[in-house]
């Protein structure tokens, strides 16, 4: 079956770590995109890429980074200059060219310890 | 200003009960809109997609004001598991913008 799968489920980071969040789909789709959410509040958008090889800051990148290599991946690096990064990290992909919506994976529980 | 609001809720209803919440969209030039459930610690997932003239999925109805800027979400005969988070999202073709959500609780 397609679908968007993101590993791993809960995470821990250490003050001043790097940590790595995968995201991979096997649903050929041109878009992906990387969300916070904080508990209570809506989905906050992190980053973006609409082709491999180009991305786009979203409204909270700061602290954050990302590639897009190929098509089915899209990581997203969770820097030791994010300073609050406890939360619950979504990514989703899309196909563009239509009234589509996103397929979200089962999303990364990231706690700092 | 936001650019998609909701009322955050909760709704608290009983079975069978019909509830309907709104959502307001701050960009014009929007033209894919969807609601979407999310459960607790769970992520999104699509309920519907709005069209313009409205639409209907078994009990749920989603109506589309484009003059007002702002989209609905009615459920009719409403089930113990209709009780979810339902986010209503609004954009374009490259980026959409999530409301905060609308909490609904169906009480037995």
């Known amino acids: 079956d397609g679908g968007i799968t993101q590993s791993p489920k809960y995470l821990f980071r250490k003050e001043g770590q790097n940590v790595t969040l995968s995201c991979e789909q096997n649903?050929?789709?041109?878009?992906m995109y990387w969300y916070r959410q904080d508990p209570g509040q809506g989905l906050r958008l992190i980053y973006y890429?609409?082709?491999?090889?180009?991305?786009q800051k979203g409204d909270i990148a700061e602290g954050y980074s990302v590639s897009r290599e190929k098509k089915e991946s899209f990581p997203l690096t969770v820097t030791s200059a994010q300073k609050n990064p406890t939360a619950f990290y979504l990514c989703?992909?899309?196909?563009?060219?239509?009234?589509?919506?996103?397929?979200f994976g089962s999303g990364t529980r990231l706690t700092v310890v | 200003r936001k650019e998609v609001e909701q009322d955050p809720g909760p709704f608290n209803v009983p079975e069978g009960a019909t509830v309907a919440f709104n959502c307001t969209y701050s960009?014009?030039?929007?033209?894919?809109f969807f609601w979407y459930r999310q459960d607790c610690r769970k992520e999104p997932k699509l309920l519907m997609s709005?069209?313009?003239s409205g639409n209907e999925d078994g009990r749920f109805t989603a109506q589309l004001n484009r003059a007002s800027q702002y989209i609905s979400l009615l459920i009719r005969d409403s089930k113990l598991s209709d009780s979810a988070t339902y986010l209503c999202?609004?954009?374009?073709?490259?980026?959409?913008?999530f409301g905060a959500g609308t909490t609904v609780t169906v009480r037995a």
């Open positions: 999202v609004g954009g374009n073709d490259y980026k959409l913008s």
């Open positions: 709005v069209y313009s």
């Open positions: 649903l050929n789709h041109d878009a």
């Open positions: 960009n014009s030039a929007s033209q894919s």
């Open positions: 890429s609409q082709i491999v090889n180009d991305f």
């Open positions: 989703a992909s899309r196909n563009t060219g239509g009234n589509y919506g996103y397929t």
